[in-house]
């Protein structure tokens, strides 16, 4: 197989994803989620040794508290997905690796513009004037943060999203909507 397999007529898929960085929003996130186990185990040992209905119940503190874990963690772990196939653009965002949330699902073709999203090129994003933005990058500072712009056909709105492209990525949007990234 050579380098440019994986988009084109064969119409194979090609995906990746970018995990979110961790900044100081997810660290906050993380010390919160800690500090609610911690105090959920806190009233509930109190409230058992306090009274005596309830001191049978401390048993199931280890399994309740795991059963929150689980259910809550994966907020902390979050991924955006990628995937290419047949001219379209899906993103997605993944929580914990088990939860995934579509956010996006266009036609390559659809894309006004496409370009890296650096101060070069921040009067483009600007003179766009997008009336909805989704966000799925690892930060809003990542090194190859780049925007696609279009209008929506069905709304009307203008709409704009900022991702992080790997250079296989780019290869399949110019392949798909080269005038677009020539802009």
């Not at 196939?85 to 899906?90: E, Q, W």
């Given at each position: 197989m050579n380098s440019d397999s994986?988009?084109?007529s064969s119409g194979a898929p090609f995906e990746y994803t970018v995990a979110e960085a961790n900044n100081k929003a997810l660290k906050t996130k993380k010390l919160l989620f800690v500090v609610g186990y911690v105090l959920y185990g806190a009233i509930i040992l109190g409230l058992g040794a306090g009274s005596k209905i309830f001191l049978p119940l401390m048993c199931f503190i280890p399994l309740s508290l795991w059963i929150i874990i689980w259910l809550t963690w994966r907020f902390t772990q979050v991924e955006y997905e990628y995937?290419?196939?047949?001219?379209?653009?899906?993103v997605s965002r993944v929580l914990g690796n088990r939860t995934r949330k579509k956010l996006l699902e266009i036609r390559i073709q659809s894309f006004s513009s496409v370009f890296a999203a650096n101060e070069m090129n921040q009067s483009k994003?600007?003179?766009f004037a997008a009336e909805n933005t989704i966000f799925a990058a690892s930060e809003a500072k990542a090194e190859n943060l780049w925007v696609a712009l279009w209008t929506d056909a069905e709304s009307g709105k203008r709409m704009a999203l900022y991702f992080e492209p790997n250079e296989k990525a780019i290869k399949i949007l110019k392949y798909y909507n080269a005038s677009a990234m020539a802009k």
């Open positions: 994986g988009f084109g995937s290419f196939f047949s001219g379209a653009l899906t994003i600007e003179a």
